[in-house]
């Protein structure tokens, strides 16, 4: 195998397919990337059982073949070189990249013993790519890190005909986000609990291509992304996820509203004294609302800042990790929380304006801490 390609494209197309390598693979071919040159272009792919990711680049290619290297190496060399034309040839066992005057010789693995890599699915529908990233953003953040509750650490995705709504919970915690996309089939009703880690992989790096392909297998054990000429598989997550959605209360007689960039500045400097596993109390009165946060003897912070009330005043007392998460995913110019009662969850969704109606397409539902005067 002879190709010659752009330094640029070669260290960007290895880094992204090797992103999906597993950090201990559990055969060491499945720490190679597969590179083939065939019919003008040089394709790389990586696959871990759970994971697969390829994609295409232009070459110019003087001898077809294909190689297994050690991804994670060559990802590194890659960024290494110069900015120049990369030359890499195969002799045997080895291969070579030269680029300028730099030259390295890496032992390939055996390609016969590298699995065949799971197909993309059918198409199931289209979605705009950024939309997709910001929906993505805002819901992964309620998914669950502990990797005891696997089925917590997926990331719902619920289909309607053309809507899909993202749904995820830590159990302290739930964010729901809407996207409008373009299905194959119109009326197509499925769900599927696909890992938030690789959703925010997907979001990261095909997102900003424009429009997503999302492949569905029809025996609902696969997902498939593609854009931009790079496609990457996932097994989804198996079990049964919890009905969260009804956790969202349906009556809500108190509304505040607070502007998103004043509340979130407030919420960092309160927070700087809340001790671990302390909350933040916010005090919501007509006109203002009052955080504070530290306890007797230790340092206390407190701060008012303008908030529009509907309803009786109350005051609720929340994570504040919990809390600056979620106000960070809200691009509005406002947030409004929807309570009910202070021991109840609480309901943040994002208003254009200080007494519009709030937008439905993203809510984020918080439990409250417990006062010790409740």
């Keep these: 195998m002879k190709f010659r390609v ?28 597969l590179i083939k040159a065939e019919n003008g272009s040089v394709s790389l792919a990586s696959f871990d059982y759970e994971i697969s990711a390829r994609l295409r ?39 070579t990249l030269m680029c300028r005057s730099s ?30 990233s910001q929906a993505v953003s805002q819901v992964i953040i309620a998914a669950s890190r502990d990797d005891t509750l696997p089925i917590l650490t997926g990331v719902r995705m619920e289909i309607e005909d053309n809507l899909i709504t993202f749904l995820a919970t830590d159990r302290y915690r739930l964010a729901l986000r809407e996207v409008s996309w373009k299905p ?5 009703s499925t769900s599927v609990l696909v890992k938030a880690k690789t959703l925010n992989e997907v979001a990261r790096t095909l997102g900003s291509a424009g429009d997503l392909n999302i492949a569905l297998s029809d025996d609902n054990e696969l997902i498939g992304f593609e854009s931009g000429g790079r496609r990457t598989t996932s097994l989804l997550v198996d079990g049964d ?22 509340l979130v500045e407030a919420v960092r400097r309160v927070s700087l ?10 005090a919501f009165t007509e006109g203002q609302v009052t955080l504070d946060a530290g306890t007797g003897e230790d340092a206390q912070a407190s701060e008012a800042i303008e908030a529009s009330l509907i309803g009786d005043d109350i005051t609720v007392a929340f994570n504040p990790q919990y809390l600056s998460e979620g106000l960070n995913a809200f691009s509005s110019k406002y947030v409004r929380f929807s309570f009910t009662t202070p021991p109840k969850p ?12 709030d937008q439905d397409d993203y809510k984020y539902l918080l439990m409250p801490v417990r006062l010790s005067n409740h």
């Design 57 to 95: 680049i232009p070459a110019d290619i003087s001898e077809e073949g294909s190689i297994l290297v050690s991804g994670r190496l060559l990802a590194d060399i890659c960024r290494s070189l110069p900015s120049a034309p990369v030359e890499v040839i195969t002799d045997g066992s080895k291969v």
């Design 273 to 282: 004294v809340a001790e671990r596993n302390t909350a933040v109390r916010m």
């Design 346 to 357: 609480a309901v943040v969704s994002a208003q254009k304006e200080l007494n519009g109606d």
């Design 241 to 262: 996820y919890p009905k969260i959605r009804s956790l969202f209360p349906e009556t809500t007689p108190i509304h505040a509203t607070v502007e998103t960039s004043s």
């Design 103 to 132: 030259r390295f010789n890496l032992s390939t693995m055996p390609v016969g013993e590298y699995p065949e890599l799971p197909a993309l699915p059918d198409v199931s529908g289209v979605v705009d790519g950024e939309a997709f």
């Design 6 to 33: 752009e330094r640029d494209v070669l260290a960007e197309a290895v880094t992204w397919t090797a992103r999906s390598l597993s950090p201990r693979p559990p055969v060491p071919v499945l720490s190679g990337l």
């Design 184 to 188: 194959t089939t119109p009326g197509i």
